[in-house]
């Protein structure tokens, strides 16, 4: 797929010529890592991370410790060197594990190494920060994000509470270095994130096949997100589910052609769940061998799925609170 037909076909999905451009830009600013898996640029940070990043829920969910450490290592040595993780990814079993790993060997300054807060408001948010960098075996975060924005008051919360507050504050002590946002429910609730006079370095999202057709993040965002020079991590790429991921369980689509699918987008780096060896080696065979998917093959790829997709069936995350984590299901008050 040459540059002009890869321009064309972002300014179709994504409705004007400046953002069709600013993805093209991004796919442009691809290089190969010293592995052979390619990095590109996180937005306004202008960090280089792999196209990969590996997923902090599903490391945690390893049945030994010792094999979660060896994942990882391997993870490093192969070339993934974006690591994601959360405050309470297994009540903090994941950063623990992670941070134990990354204490190794100078394993931590391979790694640009993100986590999330899972809180609002000032204090808890400072807590949460700690207990991270605890955990982590740290004295700062690469990039720290705001968890779940999946609740129509969250992004005011994030500014009225006072958590946006604690970030800065952490920024300036040197404890964080680069402020973000994820979210999996509705691109209203990122746009509305967006919207504010914060200048986010870093939004995630989830994107997917299924996702150009419902609730898209990748039309209504990602374009906002471009314009904004904010770095899009992307997730979701299986629609999550069973361990081998809802969308190749239940449609046909195979992981290789839904990980090409999202890498194929303008995003920095697509959050990948690798729980064994086996998956490690999949993964990095993909990015090692990544070449932007053409776009004939695309739009076929969307049509294959679009009946599916249009109704949201293989994407609960966005219509119930299945998917919404306990801690903040507690914070406002539902049931967990």
Aim: hydrophobic share 35%; charged share 30%.
């Amino acid at each position: 797929m040459n540059s002009k037909s890869r321009r064309e076909f972002f300014e179709l999905v994504f409705g004007s010529a400046l953002a069709a451009s600013l993805a093209e830009n991004v796919l442009a600013q691809t290089s190969a890592g010293a592995t052979g898996i390619p990095t590109r640029v996180l937005g306004r940070t202008k960090e280089r991370v792999s196209i990969l990043c590996l997923g902090g829920w599903h490391i945690g969910s390893v049945k030994e410790k010792g094999e979660a450490v060896r994942i990882m290592h391997a993870a490093i040595e192969e070339g993934i060197t974006f690591f994601d993780n959360a405050w309470d990814y297994h009540d903090g079993r994941s950063e623990e594990w992670m941070g134990d790993a990354l204490a190794m060997e100078g394993k931590r300054k391979k790694v640009f190494l993100m986590t999330k807060n899972c809180e609002r408001d000032y204090s808890g948010s400072m807590k949460c920060l700690e207990n991270s960098l605890r955990r982590l075996k740290t004295d700062h975060l690469d990039l720290w994000q705001f968890h779940e924005m999946v609740y129509d008051s969250d992004p005011d919360w994030v500014i009225e509470k006072g958590g946006l507050k604690a970030a800065l504050e952490a920024q300036k002590a040197g404890k964080v270095r680069y402020i973000g946002f994820t979210g999996h429910k509705d691109p209203r609730i990122h746009l509305k994130m967006l919207s504010k006079e914060h200048p986010w370095d870093t939004a995630q999202m989830p994107i997917n096949v299924m996702d150009a057709h419902y609730r898209s993040f990748q039309k209504d965002v990602v374009p906002v997100c471009l314009k904004k020079d904010v770095g899009i991590i992307g997730m979701k790429s299986l629609a999550g589910g069973s361990p081998r991921g809802r969308i190749p369980t239940a449609t046909g689509v195979t992981a290789q052609e839904c990980i090409r699918y999202a890498l194929s987008l303008p995003i920095a780096s697509l959050v990948v769940g690798i729980n064994c060896v086996e998956d490690l080696k999949q993964d990095v065979e993909i990015a090692r061998g990544f070449k932007p998917m053409p776009d004939g093959e695309r739009t076929a790829l969307l049509e294959r799925v679009r009946e599916e997709a249009e109704d949201g069936r293989h994407e609960l995350f966005k219509s119930t609170q299945t998917f919404d984590g306990p801690h903040h299901r507690r914070q406002h008050g539902f049931a967990v």
